[in-house]
């Protein structure tokens, strides 16, 4: 079992910046790829952004060239530098990550950590 905890997010006016963080821990062997996803009320989960355990990167085009995603393989934890924000970024964002143990793949989630963009 992998638990994913995540922190950064907050209130901000629109152009500012956040950085979130989300560390695993527990049975981490096999940790592969890790990322953020966003749900903003009355929608659905959307990717942010993703990060392979050999650092591969893929953004959804409404964040290139804003959000930098990066993972810290000694940590284990997945960091989301996001600049230039905008009151379309508001969401909960949450942490995933992927885990191949033994032939058997999971997937899990953090508990969401909210991002406001407001003036």
């Known amino acids: 079992q992998v638990q994913l905890v995540e922190s950064g997010g907050g209130l901000v006016q629109p152009g500012g910046s956040l950085r979130l963080s989300c560390a695993a821990s527990?049975?981490?062997?096999?940790?592969?790829?890790m990322g953020w996803y966003r749900q903003a009320p009355g929608t659905q989960r959307e990717l942010v952004a993703t990060?392979?355990?050999?650092?591969?990167?893929n953004y959804a085009d409404s964040v290139k060239g804003r959000f930098t995603i990066s993972r810290d393989n000694a940590k284990n934890t997945v960091y989301l530098q996001m600049n230039s924000l905008k009151p379309e970024d508001t969401a909960v964002y949450y942490c995933?990550?992927?885990?191949?143990?033994?032939?058997?793949?999971?997937?899990?989630w953090g508990q969401g950590t909210q991002v406001t963009v407001s003036s």
């Open positions: 995933n990550a992927d885990q191949t143990r033994w032939g058997k793949w999971y997937e899990y």
């Open positions: 527990g049975s981490i062997f096999g940790l592969g790829a």
């Open positions: 990060i392979t355990s050999g650092r591969s990167t």
